[in-house]
């Protein structure tokens, strides 16, 4: 079935600094969502990309569908302690189910 | 307000001892699913539902099963629980098929089963 794949695990990361999360997957996606979870709460909805190569930005964070639609990134620039949490991908390869990767814990060195 | 409610939020229970956990969303929303969230694995699908009476597995169903009698509610019950299902469970809800919209998650329910 399919897999997607999230690396790395764990970033810590300096107040100010940038990071990027990355997700691959075993299979052609149809979308990709990024969902955000802050520490005690529930993943929250941040973005879904559907075109091959599509870029979008949310202010600090750019996000990246790539051009075969296996991979995409999340780009997190000058960090702040607000983006402290675990970042999620989430690839749908038909209607009906995504499939999320195992998560991106940040924490931030203020 | 538009939500996905779960009740209950915490749960310890004893291996066997069936229990139900209830979720309900006022969005009338199609698609509802369910996921259990464990260290280093990620939210794992258990069961989705694409409409009333029409339930599906997911990646991990066994010793799970759902039920969809009302579009706002999607249970999940535990026959008879086992500690390997100690986790965090999420409800989940999105306007139609669940791989092309917007999840809205529950708050969520901490269950350990000693």
């Known amino acids: 079935g399919q897999q997607v794949m999230q690396i790395p695990q764990y970033q810590h990361v300096q107040e100010g600094e940038d990071f990027t999360t990355y997700c691959n997957s075993s299979t052609t996606l149809s979308n990709i969502q990024w969902y955000k979870q802050r520490p005690g709460g529930h993943p929250v909805f941040l973005i879904q990309?559907?075109?091959?190569?599509e870029v979008k930005k949310q202010k600090r964070l750019t996000f990246q569908f790539g051009e075969a639609k296996k991979n995409s990134s999340l780009h997190i620039t000058a960090t702040q302690t607000t983006d402290v949490g675990t970042y999620f991908c989430a690839g749908a390869s038909n209607d009906y189910k995504l499939s999320f990767g195992a998560g991106t814990t940040v924490t931030v060195r203020a | 307000e538009a939500q996905v409610t779960q009740n209950p939020r915490y749960l310890i229970t004893v291996t066997g001892k069936k229990l139900t956990v209830t979720c309900s969303q006022n969005?009338?929303?199609?698609?509802m699913s369910w996921y259990r969230q464990d260290p280093g694995l990620g939210l794992r699908q258990i069961y989705y539902s694409m409409n009333v009476e029409v339930t599906d597995k997911g990646d991990v169903p066994e010793g799970y099963k759902v039920s969809r009698k009302e579009k706002r509610n999607f249970p999940l019950i535990l026959e008879s629980p086992s500690p390997n299902q100690t986790s965090l469970y999420f409800c989940?809800?999105?306007?139609?098929?669940?791989?092309?919209?917007?999840?809205?998650f529950g708050p969520g329910t901490r269950l350990t089963v000693l």
């Open positions: 969005m009338n929303h199609e698609y």
């Open positions: 989940a809800s999105s306007a139609s098929s669940g791989g092309g919209n917007e999840q809205f």
């Open positions: 990309l559907v075109k091959s190569g």
